[in-house]
């Protein structure tokens, strides 16, 4: 068992000088701490100090000096060459060691391991191999990770990195250096037995051909596959590169439609300001002449009253008399006649009088106008209110578009047509690659089958010449060894997975909340992901955020059962980031379970699930707080939680 | 000429050419903004008829120039038109009978009316649509 016995870090980002002294025994250790005050950094100085590499996230409010400037910032003002100094003391079950990574300002760090030698630390001459045989950087993922990174570890091209890994916990690469070597000796001893036959050996010749062509096939795939991975990569990428311009094609059509809004708007607008000045100019003149109209009326009525309006048919009786020469007795009459003087007189008389026929028209039309009036005001008010409530909305949408264009002028919109023509060619050319996989994987099977006839000639043909007897035997027995070799691969590599599959569904159960829901989760022969939900296969995209950290949790410590690193120390930062409060009481429960053989160090916000969990299930003296260096604005310093 | 204002008369009444490219231009003018823009000359000048009879301001038309009345006038407009020239002749019913002369006291009222709303809008440099004015006056009456 791997057992962290000490962590010294020195003017290392937030952490001006700080140590820690981990009991040496296995076990949950907890650090907990506001946010910004440097919990992935506490990760980022170990992997920094191992690997060189600070792969943690930090808030910008927690990075107060630049990403590669790692240099503690209080004391950057100090002294701008000071050292940065990590150190991390472990000690295996024989030896004890010292990984210290040390940095000045502009110049490459250094890495050394010690080994304790009695009373003394002693310079190991190959760091490197130390702490691959200790703490490989190719496992580091699954001993070191972030809650927060968790559900990204079902990313694009996991399939390869998951492989690599899993073959890498399971000693499987030790099989395969023997499998490689026993090959290369195969190889001889072939051609030791073909010796001085040149029928076999032009065919051992071929066979040898067509394996070196597998060989090459296979790794033309892997490339091809790495490709293929790349692609996806690369295709997640454009695709939240669409998603962004996705946004200002919302904004785009939004605009679009605010225009057609407005025209419409406009065109209402303009039928209401019409009927509007229509009635303004058509009726106003009634109601300015109101006072003159009532004083008509009541002239009229007076008129009438006294019987100086004639009704006009007297007029045009007379008229009419006149016309046809009849006098009003009903007797003919001629023009000379004098009854038709008469009558052209009376009508002298009565016709300016006719037009005041239509004056009694006129009365009624005044009534009617009158009583029109309080319509018409309440149609004017209407419009005018309906018109308000166009404006304002025209004058929303105008704003509303005004804001748009603002944004707009941040978007360079013929970008949106490359991403997507470059996603199309991107599927193509996995489409093509895919196809390419295929045709290799054909012509893989077909050299096998060459290769396998082509063995069975060369037996038949060594029987025959009886030759090389002992190189034959030699050989035969390789070939069987090496034939059992690569079929305990297979096994093994089937067991693995098959274990991993198990491991991972079964912790995935146990963490998640609706088991219902999932029915199987294993791994395919190429380690890509197979969920099955109620009997229907969902993509690995189609998880939540809870569901795939609860899937990369489950996984992890299925990786870690097998590997093995099963006794690797585990740090693991913000475990609770993002969990629904269902499972984060299951991932606190089983918590304790987690670490029965190594050290584990959890890096959390002092949230009060946490403080509760400390309280109940953590012994005193290994729970941590990280706090505000009293004397450093930017420092951190960590104490003992119940000092 | 007919004598009377009869159904197909008048067709056109006539206002001082000097008022109509001094005034009428900018009211009915697309841009002004005014209620009046894009509406009909004709009936401008009956509008500004009544506004010139109301506020008493009759203007003699020197050098005459026709403005066509596109639609027949309505019955009610006929009724306008003699309740001014009534009012305006202390009601002898006899003037009604010679157009020509009802015509005239219209137009000299209209020659009036045009002025001030010219002057009201525009010189006066007020924003006031008439919208307000004639809201004003309806709920005085109502």
């Known amino acids: 068992m ?6 010294y870090i020195k003017n290392f980002k937030r952490f001006r000088e700080v140590e820690i002294k981990p009991e040496a025994k296995p076990g949950l250790f907890i650090f907990i701490g506001k946010s910004y005050l440097g919990k992935s950094n506490f990760l980022n100085a170990i992997c920094w100090c191992l690997y060189e590499e600070t792969p943690f996230k930090q808030s910008i409010e927690e990075d107060s000096s630049p990403n590669d400037d790692i240099l503690n910032v209080d004391v950057a003002k100090e002294k701008e060459f000071a050292e940065v100094i990590v150190e991390i003391h472990v000690s295996d079950n024989n030896n004890e060691y010292k990984f210290v990574r040390s940095i000045i300002k502009t110049q490459d760090s250094k890495f050394n ?11 190991v001459p190959n760091p490197e191999i130390i702490r691959e045989m200790l703490l490989p950087k190719s496992l580091r993922k699954y001993f070191i990770f972030a809650g927060e990174n968790l559900e990204r570890l079902y990313s694009a091209g996991f399939e390869k990195e998951l492989r690599e890994g899993v073959q890498k916990v399971s000693d499987i690469v030790v099989l395969d250096r023997a499998i490689d070597h026993l090959y290369s000796v195969l190889i001889e001893a072939r051609r030791d037995a073909g010796r001085d036959n040149p029928e076999i050996d032009s065919m051992i010749n071929i066979k040898e051909k067509l394996d070196l062509e597998i060989i090459e096939a296979k790794k033309k795939q892997e490339k091809i596959k790495d490709e293929v991975n790349d692609l996806k990569k690369i295709r997640i990428e454009y695709k939240e590169e669409q998603k962004k311009y996705e946004k200002y094609k919302n904004l785009f059509e939004r605009r679009d439609w605010i225009d057609r809004e407005t025209t419409k708007i406009e065109s209402m607008e303009d039928k209401i300001r019409n009927r509007i000045n229509y009635l303004l100019t058509e009726k106003t003149p009634f109601v300015y002449l109101r006072k003159a109209l009532e004083e008509l009326h009541s002239h009229i009525s007076h008129e009438e009253k006294t019987g100086k309006l004639p009704p006009d048919i007297e007029a045009d009786f007379i008229k009419e008399l006149i016309k046809n020469g009849i006098c009003i007795c009903g007797r003919k009459i001629s023009k000379s006649d004098k009854s038709t003087d008469i009558l052209n007189k009376l009508l002298l008389e009565y016709e300016p009088a006719s037009h005041r026929v239509s004056l009694l028209e006129d009365k009624y039309i005044i009534s009617s106008i009158i009583r029109d009036q309080s319509e018409l005001k309440k149609e004017l008010l209407n419009l005018i209110g309906e018109r308000g409530g166009i404006v304002a909305e025209k004058n929303d949408l105008d704003r509303e578009k005004k804001e748009i264009q603002e944004k707009l002028k941040n978007s360079n919109f013929t970008q949106v047509s490359n991403i997507e023509k470059a996603l199309e060619d991107l599927e193509n050319k996995i489409e093509d690659h895919s196809l390419r996989i295929g045709y290799l994987e054909e012509q893989i099977n077909r050299n096998k089958n060459q290769s396998n006839e082509l063995d069975d000639k060369i037996k038949k043909a060594e029987v025959m010449t009886k030759k090389n007897e002992k190189a034959i035997k030699i050989r035969n027995f390789l070939e069987d060894l090496y034939k059992s070799l690569v079929y305990v691969r297979e096994r093994i590599t089937d067991r693995v997975r098959r274990a991993l ?57 299925a990786i870690a059962e097998i590997s093995g690193f099963s006794e690797v120390p585990i740090f693991f930062d913000a475990p609770l980031s993002n969990l629904g409060a269902e499972i984060k009481d299951n991932f606190l429960k089983i918590m304790p379970d987690l670490a029965p053989n190594k050290q584990i160090f959890i890096f959390s916000l002092d949230d009060n699930e946490m403080l509760e969990f400390i309280k109940t299930s953590i012994p005193k003296n290994r729970v941590y707080k990280l706090k505000k260096d009293p004397k450093n604005k930017h420092s951190t310093i960590i104490e003992k939680y119940y000092a | 000429m007919p004598n009377e204002i009869d159904e197909n008369y008048p067709q056109f009444i006539r206002i001082d050419e000097n008022i109509k490219d001094k005034c009428l231009k900018d009211l009915i003018d697309k841009n002004s903004g005014t209620c009046f823009s894009g509406q009909e000359q004709g009936q401008i000048c009956l509008l500004a008829a009544t506004i010139g009879f109301v506020n008493k301001k009759k203007k003699k ?62 010189d006066k440099g007020l924003d006031l649509s008439i919208e307000d004015d004639i809201i004003k006056l309806l709920n005085k009456i109502q």
């Not at chain 1, 391991?113 to 310079?123: A, E, I, N, Q, T």
């Not at chain 2, 006291?105 to 809008?121: A, P, T, V």
Request: overall charge neutral.
């Open chain 1, 113 to 123: 391991v010690y080994r304790l030698s009695g009373s003394d630390w002693k310079l």
């Open chain 2, 61 to 122: 038309t020197n050098k005459p120039t026709d403005i066509r009345l596109y639609r027949t006038l309505s019955k009610e407009y006929k009724m306008l038109i003699r309740a001014i020239v009534l009012a305006d002749c202390n009601y002898d019913y006899n003037v009604l009978s010679d157009g020509t002369k009802v015509l005239k006291i219209i137009e000299e009222y209209s020659n009036g009316g045009l002025q001030l709303l010219h002057e009201k809008i525009y």
């Open chain 1, 2 to 7: 791997i057992q962290v016995k000490r962590i």
């Open chain 1, 501 to 557: 599959s198990f491991n991972t569904e079964k912790y995935f159960r146990e963490l998640f909340w609706d088991q219902e829901e999932f029915e199987k989760i294993e791994f395919t022969e190429d380690y890509g992901l197979n969920v099955k939900e109620r009997g229907i296969d969902r993509p690995k995209t189609e998880f939540s955020m809870g569901e795939g950290k609860v899937l990369g949790l489950a996984t992890m410590r």
